[in-house]
């Protein structure tokens, strides 16, 4: 393929999701003159606030699926546990960045594997089916380390740390597959978030480093330190054999932890990223209009970083109620709230970027 036909103005966006990063998705998609239309289970859908139609309807509802269907010119997700039905009752020549790669990425284990076949280093990982699999695990592995849920999990849910003898006794296998996997002794985490258009080109964003809190990104800054900066391009090179291996179009995101020894490899995300939200103020073009360039088949936009310092945080839980205060702190930081119902604890409200070319 040396050409694609780009979605005209108009043309309808399907978002599978409803959660922030759809909200984002379609605000940007918006932006270019498309129309989004939603498709999740009840909750709270903060993308439908911003979409022309949206289904609140179980991923069970065939019926409202093949509705949903008919009406995408092109249909994409902004949530990786989508279930495979789902996407199978998707016009598959319209579904992007495509099914295998939210199949790999749904499983910890499978895309461990998938990303190891290209040349990645992971922690010790052991796959967890009973209380005997964890006992063996623990005796090959050793502690710390973490169980995780292989599936399903998000934001340090679905895991349990361990960092002694004594805390390994306390845990029992929750009674669905799992990784055990060892902690790795990381100077920095970071992501590669890179879009992939349809005819095959690659652009990054420069990395950030992400701080996290209990598994839940607190910060992402740039520029990242130098422990990071000097494995990018390594992890970059991962990342792209990943996208050219999936036949990926849109955003591809790869969480790695910076070592001694080089990057290792955390886990993918097949999907528009929190770790990248820097991107709307902070480069050229951000994450989410080019994935909705990249699934529309129009010009990719560049990825340049636009200032010297950038800083993103989270607001979670209640910290939102009073979160236009930031609005009167200087430097004009940008406040996005995602218009969620509940402040509850431990759920992602918004965020807040900051960005000056004050230190260079
Ligand atoms: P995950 O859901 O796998 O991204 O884990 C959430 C966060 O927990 C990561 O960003 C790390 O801060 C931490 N974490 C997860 N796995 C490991 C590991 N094997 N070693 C050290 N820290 C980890």
């Given at each position: 393929m040396s050409e694609i036909t780009p979605l005209p103005p108009g043309s309808t966006i399907g978002i599978l999701g409803g959660g922030q990063l759809g909200r984002m998705l379609a605000m940007a998609a918006n932006q270019l003159g498309y129309r989004c239309i939603g498709y999740a289970?009840?909750?709270?859908?903060?993308a439908a606030d911003v979409c022309a139609d949206f289904f609140e309807n179980g991923w069970g509802d065939t019926s409202a699926l093949a509705s949903f269907a008919s009406q995408c010119d092109v249909v994409t997700w902004e949530f990786e546990n989508v279930p495979l039905s789902v996407v199978d009752a998707m016009p598959r020549d319209r579904l992007?960045?495509?099914r295998r790669a939210l199949e790999v990425a749904q499983d910890r284990l499978n895309e461990k594997r998938f990303v190891e076949e290209l040349g990645a280093r992971c922690a010790l990982y052991a796959r967890v089916e009973s209380d005997d699999d964890f006992q063996r695990a623990l005796e090959r592995i050793g502690n710390p380390g973490i169980l995780k849920t292989?599936?399903?999990?998000?934001?340090?849910?679905?895991q349990w740390r361990i960092t002694s003898d004594y805390e390994a006794k306390g845990v029992r296998f929750p009674g669905r597959t799992c990784i055990y996997e060892g902690m790795v002794d990381f100077q920095a985490e970071f992501s590669v978030i890179l879009v992939r258009s349809a005819l095959g080109e690659v652009r990054f964003w420069d990395s950030s480093a992400n701080t996290h809190r209990g598994g839940m990104l607190v910060t992402s800054i740039l520029p990242a330190s130098a422990a990071v900066e000097a494995q990018v391009e390594q992890a970059r090179i991962i990342a792209e054999k990943t996208a050219n291996a999936l036949g990926y179009v849109g955003i591809l995101t790869l969480e790695f932890f910076a070592t001694a020894q080089g990057p290792i490899f955390n886990e993918m995300a097949p999907r528009v990223h929190n770790?990248?939200?820097?991107?709307?103020?902070?480069?050229?073009?951000s994450q989410f209009e080019n994935h909705i360039r990249a699934i529309c088949g129009l010009p990719l936009g560049g990825t340049e970083t636009r200032f010297n310092q950038i800083e993103m945080r989270n607001i979670v839980g209640d910290e939102?109620?009073?979160?236009?205060?930031?609005?009167?702190?200087?430097?004009e930081p940008h406040l996005h709230l995602y218009g969620k119902g509940q402040a509850l604890e431990g759920r992602k409200m918004g965020h807040v970027t900051r960005v000056s070319n004050d230190h260079p």
């Open positions: 289970p009840a909750g709270d859908n903060v992007l960045p495509g292989a599936r399903d999990g998000y934001d340090g849910k679905g770790s990248g939200h820097w991107t709307i103020e902070g480069a050229a073009t939102a109620l009073s979160a236009h205060h930031i609005l009167a702190e200087e430097g």
